[in-house]
């Protein structure tokens, strides 16, 4: 309907103003197709995807180099810990559990790496159907929205720095435009920190996806992978402003960082336009109750790890 259109591109520009953040953007997509549905269903899949990703590139053109790969080495042990951790952890928990082995695995991978992303990617190499994809993207999607809210408030309380902060939500997020969207919100060099080391954990989805395909290989040895190609153009988007800033206006790289803030507030409103009923009503308690286990032993195994050794 007209009226619901008009809605959503008025609920767009507040968000796009001053008054907007990523936190209400998530809540204000989730109330929106509670009350009044989504007037445009089809943003919710590939476009808010592809969006996301062009954020995360745009992004790079804010960061220093030094400072990314810095970050990146400083959270190498964190990273491998929490992506062997989630997997050995959810092929356990969701045993107990009696969750299927496909669920179990995709949920697993979703901790471990960067929830959606890793879900879709794994998905076909593992020949998952529909409903088994559907179930573990809304168990880590529900997740991740309580995380974008949760997280800033235990940062706050437990007063970590923002080198903190950024460590923590860039291994024990799975998404990343939760993690982007949850450090922005608590400085410049959180943002910088959780982008880098999110992104240095996505490229795990390569090797995982790669020995899953193997795993579940078909007779003809075919798998379909899907690969985060986005993470290269992203390097090559640091590269630029940290040696390309004499040659280049630096307003120019400043102009690309707040396009790519507001990319994320509207991606992470159309990721709160896909929290539908239905995916609630779909996910069941055994899968997600493996996903909130697995995710609050991550989370709290990392965060004392990082306000101990961070």
């Given at each position: 309907?007209?009226?619901?259109?008009?809605?959503?591109?008025?609920?767009?520009?507040?968000?796009?103003?001053?008054?907007?953040?990523?936190?209400?953007?998530?809540?204000?997509?989730?109330?929106?197709?509670?009350?009044?549905?989504?007037?445009f269903p089809g943003l919710t899949g590939k476009p808010a995807k592809y969006l996301l990703q062009a954020s995360?590139?745009?992004?790079?053109f804010g960061m220093n180099l030094e400072a990314v790969v810095k970050a990146g080495r400083s959270g190498i042990?964190?990273?491998?810990?929490?992506?062997?951790?989630?997997?050995?952890?959810?092929?356990?928990?969701?045993?107990?559990?009696?969750?299927?082995?496909?669920?179990?695995?995709?949920?697993?991978?979703?901790?471990?790496?960067?929830?959606?992303?890793?879900?879709?990617?794994?998905?076909?190499?593992?020949?998952?159907?529909?409903?088994?994809?559907?179930?573990?993207?809304?168990?880590?999607?529900?997740?991740?929205?309580?995380?974008?809210?949760?997280?800033p408030l235990i940062g706050h309380s437990l007063e970590m720095s923002q080198s903190q902060f950024g460590l923590?939500?860039?291994?024990?997020?799975?998404?990343?435009?939760?993690?982007?969207?949850?450090?922005?919100?608590?400085?410049?060099?959180?943002?910088?920190?959780?982008?880098?080391?999110?992104?240095?954990?996505?490229?795990?989805?390569?090797?995982?996806?790669?020995?899953?395909?193997?795993?579940?290989?078909?007779?003809?040895?075919?798998?379909?992978?899907?690969?985060?190609?986005?993470?290269?153009?992203?390097?090559?988007?640091?590269?630029?402003?940290?040696?390309?800033?004499?040659?280049?206006?630096?307003?120019?790289?400043?102009?690309?960082?707040?396009?790519?803030?507001?990319?994320?507030?509207?991606?992470?409103?159309?990721?709160?336009?896909?929290?539908?009923?239905?995916?609630?009503?779909?996910?069941?308690?055994?899968?997600?109750?493996?996903?909130?286990?697995?995710?609050?032993?991550?989370?709290?195994?990392?965060?004392?790890?990082?306000?101990?050794?961070?």
């Amino acid at each position: 309907m007209l009226w619901q259109k008009a809605a959503f591109f008025l609920v767009i520009a507040f968000l796009l103003s001053p008054w907007g953040s990523p936190y209400m953007a998530l809540a204000l997509g989730f109330a929106m197709t509670l009350t009044i549905g989504n007037p445009f269903p089809g943003l919710t899949g590939k476009p808010a995807k592809y969006l996301l990703q062009a954020s995360v590139v745009m992004l790079g053109f804010g960061m220093n180099l030094e400072a990314v790969v810095k970050a990146g080495r400083s959270g190498i042990a964190f990273i491998v810990a929490v992506v062997f951790g989630s997997l050995i952890l959810g092929f356990a928990i969701g045993k107990l559990l009696g969750v299927s082995s496909k669920i179990r695995t995709l949920i697993s991978c979703g901790t471990a790496i960067c929830g959606g992303s890793a879900i879709a990617a794994v998905g076909p190499a593992i020949k998952a159907e529909n409903d088994e994809m559907s179930v573990s993207l809304g168990t880590v999607f529900i997740l991740n929205a309580v995380a974008l809210f949760l997280f800033p408030l235990i940062g706050h309380s437990l007063e970590m720095s923002q080198s903190q902060f950024g460590l923590w939500a860039g291994i024990a997020i799975q998404d990343t435009s939760s993690v982007v969207g949850a450090s922005s919100g608590y400085g410049a060099d959180s943002l910088a920190v959780a982008t880098t080391v999110k992104l240095a954990r996505t490229l795990w989805i390569i090797p995982l996806a790669l020995a899953l395909a193997f795993a579940y290989r078909d007779r003809e040895g075919k798998a379909k992978i899907a690969l985060p190609w986005f993470i290269f153009f992203f390097i090559g988007a640091v590269a630029a402003r940290t040696y390309g800033s004499s040659h280049v206006l630096p307003s120019l790289f400043d102009a690309f960082v707040n396009l790519a803030k507001a990319g994320l507030t509207v991606t992470l409103f159309l990721i709160g336009l896909s929290l539908t009923r239905e995916m609630l009503k779909n996910v069941g308690w055994r899968p997600f109750a493996l996903g909130t286990v697995l995710w609050v032993i991550i989370a709290c195994g990392s965060l004392w790890a990082v306000l101990s050794f961070g």
